[in-house]
């Protein structure tokens, strides 16, 4: 069964400055999607990484996949208040198994 | 409106009622899936569709839940005595298994509340 394990699940971020969510899952995966969720809505798709080693950049954030580690990584650069919101990775196979999320508030 | 849509958006039963939730999906998309959504916790998957062939019910689908998808196009979700473990947000999601990314696009979602 695929589990995914996403870290931190809480950050908190200081803006104009530069962090990193981590997305490590069980089983082996071609691909991998990034999910944005504003509170109380629905998800939204950020970036399909298709292949190892494929890179997606839009805007401030940046994600990258490597199917070797099973790892995945969400950077965001110079973090801005309308970053605000949780972020879910989710492996691919017929279905989506996702993480718990993370949770990113951007303070001043 | 090209997107997923869901009705209704937010729902409020007592226990023991039955309710029904019902998603449109894209226009073309072949696959159509539904997810359970509790607070602080990521879509957990209960089932999907290809086509009118419903291909997989999750383990957390118990015997209360039925989905269907007649026609292959809207799908219906019934809960049948509901219980206060049901309340979340159910999202449903539609994609095309032809086009190279298979990416899932997800609706707006029903709130449910069961008091």
């Known amino acids: 069964e695929l589990k995914v394990e996403q870290n931190p699940l809480f950050l908190s971020m200081q803006e104009e400055k530069n962090y990193t969510i981590y997305c490590n899952y069980s089983t082996t995966s071609d691909r991998l999607y990034w999910y944005r969720q504003d509170p109380g809505k629905s998800l939204e798709s950020l970036f399909v990484l298709l292949s190892n080693g494929a890179v997606k950049q839009e805007g401030r954030l940046m994600a990258s996949l490597d199917t070797k580690a099973r790892l995945s990584t969400l950077h965001i650069t110079a973090a801005v208040h309308d970053l605000s919101a949780t972020y879910f990775c989710?492996?691919?196979?017929?279905?989506?198994?996702f993480g718990k999320g993370t949770l990113l508030t951007v303070n001043p | 409106d090209t997107g997923v849509s869901q009705n209704p958006r937010h729902k409020i039963t007592k226990r023991g009622q039955n309710v029904t939730f019902r998603c449109d999906p894209i226009s073309e998309h072949n696959r159509l899936y539904w997810y359970r959504q509790t607070l602080g916790q990521g879509p957990e998957f209960l089932t999907y569709f290809q086509n009118e062939a419903q291909l997989e019910k999750s383990r957390l689908l118990s015997d209360r839940f039925s989905a269907e998808r007649p026609k292959g196009s809207f799908s219906t979700l019934e809960i049948q005595r509901t219980e206060q473990g049901d309340s979340a947000m159910y999202l449903c999601?539609?994609?095309?298994?032809?086009?190279?990314?298979?990416?899932?696009?997800f609706g707006p979602g029903t709130r449910l509340t069961v008091t």
């Open positions: 999601a539609s994609s095309l298994i032809s086009q190279g990314f298979g990416e899932q696009y």
């Open positions: 989710a492996p691919r196979g017929h279905k989506l198994t």
